[in-house]
């Protein structure tokens, strides 16, 4: 399966909200755009995966070190750290995630995720 990247995230404008556009094992492939702050929130039964494409995000760690995060790196939250990714100007990312988690950590605040 052959997957262009750049074609995938010109479908979308908004941010924060994960778009799934490939299935990898249990897990899906996810692109998304951030801008602003999102939430503190955790995962506590699994690691978060981001991957930088374009820009550049920071990982704030709740009670420890702020990480920049730039195009072509990667940062993983390990399970269970209270985390919130951010950026000043729009970042494309893409997530790697298993089937079914909420992006919060929380399926009740959880933005859904559209296939595309």
């Keep these: 399966m052959k997957v262009n990247l750049a074609e995938k995230l010109a479908h979308f404008s908004t941010h924060w909200d994960p778009h799934v556009i490939a299935d990898y094992n249990n897990n899906e492939v996810m692109v998304v755009k951030f801008q602003g702050e ?30 920049v995060v730039k195009a072509g790196e990667l940062y993983i939250v390990p399970t269970g750290v209270t985390h919130r990714p ?5 970042c494309k990312v893409l997530l790697i ?18 296939r595309i």
Aim: glycine fraction near 10%.
């Design 38 to 67: 999102f939430p503190f929130h955790h995962h506590p039964d699994t690691d978060d995966f981001f991957l930088v494409l374009e820009g550049e995000m920071v990982m704030d760690i709740e009670g420890g070190e702020s990480h």
């Design 86 to 90: 951010r950026a000043e100007a729009e």
């Design 97 to 114: 995630e298993p089937k079914g988690v909420p992006n919060t950590g929380d399926p009740e605040t959880a933005a859904p995720k559209p």
